[in-house]
């Protein structure tokens, strides 16, 4: 989820000038660089794993498959691509400070790094915005639901100007520039010192991303708060147009003169297979069974606009959780690449940058755990694959739906 691979090069290429050609092996012991490979072989299997597992169950489960959940897709797909392509490359360059696979091959890497991380934060974005129309244009949004066209242009786009955004610096700045400043050891972007570039691409792949989602989730916590409001003072208060639930249990009795009619006929069907839901408050058409109906009309009535309320906070707390998440990833690191920018990396340590670079990945590799954290569908979905058997135990009785 983060551009980060894509400043990855930048990382080593500042980390590598800074120290004059020294190698980490000649700064660190031998044990400790084993434990730096393991941890980064680590964080690559696991991310890898994870959001494999997200694309395996949207697969498989069918329950999966609706609007909302491709934008997870997406994101799961970019953070995939991560762990399998810009990781594994990044550790021996990491861990020698020399790249030793060829300029075509870091040209690779240089524009999947910055494609992968930067459609990464425009999918949080996207996943903002339709949990946004989700809560507050609650009927159109279910309006379009069945059709994914809609989705998968959308997803394109992500993808379209993701590479617009980095891709064709990475690919053609030297050849604008005449010279390339990468030694032929080295492999960072030929922006990488330039902090004017640096500064706008950052505002357009970060900070007005982050202002974006800010947006969303504080308008859907005010439209929450407003319904919670409106439900809480109006206590639910029963509609004077309610001649169905009315005719259901005002029904003649056994000794009644007058013949059923045949909309009482219709009623009464439907009130005999409501019988043991509705009839125990209506049990005869007296004023203290009128009485009780109304108790449960006004119950029945609140119930679908509680229901959605409730989902609706479930939506935004999860949402919550994957933005704050991102900005914690994603903010050190865009602050510093600005800041060691305008400095020619002098004023900031070549550790603290690695560490803030790290933490771009880590938002690839927390994503798939943020999924059964937040989505009961998701949850059950990795269950069924992991665990079939405890899967089956507790689909028996019954799955209560999201």
């Not at 119930?303 to 935004?316: E, F, H, M, T």
């Not at 755990?369 to 992991?386: D, E, N, S, T, W």
Request: net charge positive; charged share 15%; with cysteine.
């Amino acid at each position: 989820m983060h551009n980060s691979t894509a400043e990855t090069p930048l990382t080593a290429g500042t980390w590598n000038e800074t120290r004059s050609t020294q190698s980490p092996s000649s700064e660190f012991s031998l044990g400790v660089l084993v434990l730096l490979a393991f941890l980064m072989v680590l964080l690559a299997l696991v991310t890898i794993l994870g959001n494999a597992l997200v694309i395996l169950a949207f697969i498989t489960d069918g329950s999966l498959r609706h609007r909302s959940n491709y934008y997870f897709l997406n994101l799961a797909i970019s953070d995939f691509a991560v762990g399998a392509f810009c990781i594994p490359l990044y550790i021996p360059y990491a861990l020698t400070g020399t790249w030793h696979l060829g300029r075509g091959l870091c040209k690779t890497w240089l524009v999947m790094d910055y494609l992968l991380c930067t459609a990464s934060v425009f999918n949080i974005v996207l996943i903002s915005y339709d949990r946004f129309l989700s809560v507050t244009k609650a009927v159109s949004y279910r309006a379009q639901q069945g059709t994914t066209s809609n989705p998968v242009i959308k997803m394109v786009a992500i993808w379209v100007f993701a590479f617009l955004l980095y891709c064709p610096a990475v690919l053609f700045w030297e050849h604008v520039a005449g010279h390339s400043v990468v030694p032929a050891d080295q492999c960072y972007a030929e922006f990488f010192n330039n902090w004017l570039f640096l500064l706008c691409a950052s505002t357009l792949e970060f900070f007005v991303p982050l202002l974006v989602v800010t947006y969303f989730n504080v308008h859907i916590f005010h439209n929450i708060q407003r319904r919670q409001w409106r439900v809480s003072t109006q206590d639910c208060k029963r509609p004077r147009t309610s001649s169905l639930s009315w005719r259901s249990c005002l029904l003649p009795s056994p000794g009644a003169s007058s013949p059923p009619s045949e909309a009482e006929d219709s009623v009464s069907s439907l009130t005999r297979s409501w019988k043991p839901a509705v009839m125990a408050n209506c049990p005869s058409p007296t004023q203290n069974s009128s009485t009780a109906l109304k108790k449960d009309f006004s119950v029945s009535f609140c119930s679908r606009p509680g229901a959605k309320l409730q989902q609706d906070k479930k939506i935004a707390k999860s949402l919550a959780i994957i933005v704050c998440v991102f900005a914690i990833c994603w903010a050190p690191y865009s602050l510093l690449m600005i800041i060691r920018g305008v400095c020619q990396g002098e004023c900031i340590h070549k550790s603290l940058y690695e560490i803030t670079f790290w933490l771009l990945w880590l938002n690839s590799f927390l994503n798939p755990f943020l999924y059964p954290l937040c989505h009961v569908k998701f949850r059950m979905a990795f269950m069924k694959i992991l665990c079939p058997q405890k899967f089956v135990t507790l689909r028996s009785p019954k799955t209560p739906s999201f």
